[in-house]
Every structure is written in structure tokens, then in C-alpha cells.
RNA sequence: GCCGAGAUAGCUCAGUCGGUAGAGCAACGGACUGAAAAUCCGUGUGUCCACAGUUCGAUUCUGUGUCUCGGCA
């Protein structure tokens, strides 16, 4: 998978280059990227659905200040537990950053795990009219409450397109689109044109991750060592300051499953076990979805540490071939 | 040692009034238009513990053995 081809483009019309590193859970990403960003002058945009919340670090495997290393890092801490960040926000989020970073001649170094913003960010995201946050969130409310048929039959009405593509019991998709259709009074499916937010940089997108069985020791080992660094008093203090298991960043494996031990439902060690299982499946969840990038800058790490070196020296040259 | 219960998919178990079997979880694969660490979909051959008996046919009934878990000693 792992390739030595050159991915350096011409550039034709001065497009300003930016580069990407994706790869799932407890794959190394944060390590390398540090160390690539300091070779190359980079400033690191975090594209992480979960490091964007404030107060939840262990569960997140948010790097530390020593960590970083001085390395400025984007994205990461920038909203409360109660609040939700779409992979809309994200790409509106992210794109200014990359011009100020360029603007400060530096490179702009996008790394994470969440396939959805970035794939929001190069390819666009639907411009969808703004209907009230207020409306929608009540309309929401409001649908949450119907039957799976229900909600399939209002939308064979509102936008049989969707209706027919949608799978029938992903209530969630079903809620989304009755609400988008409903409020704009137009189908959902009327609205699948992406537009691109930011200005069509060049990016190089670089991949980073291990055969299953290695990523999936590395994902229980790192849960342990989050249980060990106190993830059960994270959380304990995150429910003591009123964010409880319904805001939108407590819907995070590692702090879901905790919030079952405070409550009694699970056992510590059941907890744990769930952690790594829902971390595991997620992992294999974020594999798939990568796939959509197709790239072939694959790097599969392992456990002989001199190969980590060549990695490092591989990725490299990709970049230095990209951003000259 | 005796009495009872059990042995079926990687795990927990259901089932077959005798015609070689199926759920949940795991695993694997997939989808993804503002919740994405979310949400949802698809994929089930396994000496049905072993041996013998009955039977056209046994994973199913009978017997013996082995192992496991209870209880009593």
C-alpha cells in the first residue's frame, strides 16, 4: 500500500498547497504529525470531532502543550460539551485558518481521524439556506418522537428521493432530511450539489495506519492507560459541571460508557470492555470511510520501530515534493 | 465419593415431538449532504463432546465414558 510516488504537483495557477494525514484511532498520527510539522514550518489543524471540546482531554487523546512541542495546533478546545460542531462548521471553521497560516508563510498541516469534515472541507458541503437554529432543533424534537414508518411515509410525501435512498430505520437521516425539506420547502435530495467553502487548495492527502490486529492492541492498551490517567474523574467532574449524557460531546466513546458506571448501570471493568469495543468498531468505521479519499499514500505502521523512521522519511518527501 | 444440571458458531445461549440447526454479541464487509467517536445496512458449515445401541436415518432417544458447573459428603 505504501508508495514512493511522487505526488508533488506543478501547481499550475499558484493554488496554495495543504496537507492532510488521516488515519483511524490510535493509529500514531498525533507523533508523526508533530514531528513533520516541525521539519516543515507547519501549523496543524486538528480534524477531530472530539478535540474541538474543552474540559474533555484523557478521552479525546488530546496532545498535551509538551506534546505539541511549540507546534501551533488549530481546532482543538474551541466549544463547551453542550454544543454541537457540524462537519459544516468545521469546513467554514477551518478554511479562514488555512489562509492566515498561508498568509503567515507557513504550511497549513490538516491532521485527524474525522473522515466526514475533512471530506467536507476538500470537497465541499451542500449549501444548504439557514432556516433557524431555534425551528429546526424543535422540529427535531418534535419528529424524534414519531414512529420509524411514520417518519418514512412523511418523507415518501416531502422527498421521495431521499425516502428511497435512505435506509429504513436510520431515524436519524430520516429526521434530518423531513426537517431540511420541511423548513427550506424544498426535498432534501434538491440539495446534494457541494459547494466548496474554501478557496480549492491542493492537497496532499497521506494516510497512516496498521494492520487490524496491531491497531486493535494499541486501541485496548491506550484505553487502559486512559483509565489509568484518570478518564472516571473526567468524567465524574464533567457531570458534577452539568454536562450530562445528553449534551452532544458527552456522545463520545470513552465518556458514554462512563457515565453508565456513575449511573450504575455498568461495572468499572464492563465499562472499560465497552470502551474498547466501541473504540474498536469505531476504528474499523473510520477505515471505510477514508476509503472515499482514494489514495494511494497509504502507511502501515508496525511493530519494528526502524520502520517508523522509514515512514516518517517517506511522508517527507511526499510533502516536500507537494509544498515546493 | 454420591446426587443433580450441562456440553450446539470465537463468546453467551436457543432449538431440533428423530429428517445434520439459529439468535444476540464478536468478526468481516458496506453506506454516509450540518449529531459523524453519530446513525444505519449486509454477511452464519458449525466434528451440535466421544463411542456404542435402537432406527431407513441420531445433534435430538437409550447406554457408557470424558469434561464443566452446582449441591451433599
Known sequence: MNSD??????????????VALIG????????????????FNAEIISCDSRQIYKLMDIGTAKPSTEEMQGIRHHLIDIIYPDSSFSYADFASCAAPIIKEILGRGKVPFIVGGTG???????????????????????LREELELLETAKLVSMLNKLDPESAARIKFND???LVRAISVSELTGRPFSSFK????????????IIGLTKARELLYNSINLRVEVMFKNGL???????LNSGYGELAPGMKTIGYQECVEFFYGRKTKDEAMAMVKQNTRNYAKRQETYFKRFKIDN???????????????????????????
Open 116 to 138: 466526514f469534515y475533512l471530506d467536507g472541507l476538500v470537497n465541499g458541503v451542500s449549501a444548504i439556506p439557514e432556516v433557524g437554529e431555534n425551528k429546526l432543533k424543535n
Open 193 to 204: 450539489d457541494k459547494k466548496i467553502i474554501n478557496n480549492n487548495y491542493n492537497y496532499l
Open 298 to 324: 497509504w502507511f502501515n505502521k508496525d511493530e519494528n520501530k526502524s520502520n517508523d523512521k522509514k515512514i516518517f522519511e517517506r511522508m517527507a518527501r511526499l510533502i516536500e515534493n507537494h509544498i515546493k
Open 232 to 238: 472516571l474523574n473526567e468524567v465524574e467532574s464533567l
Open 171 to 173: 431515524r436519524q437521516r
Open 5 to 18: 510516488k511522487n505526488h508533488g504537483k506543478e501547481n499550475a495557477g499558484g493554488i496554495p498547497n495543504v
Open 24 to 39: 483511524p484511532t490510535a493509529s500514531g498520527k498525533t507523533a508523526i504529525s508533530i514531528e513533520l510539522a516541525k521539519l
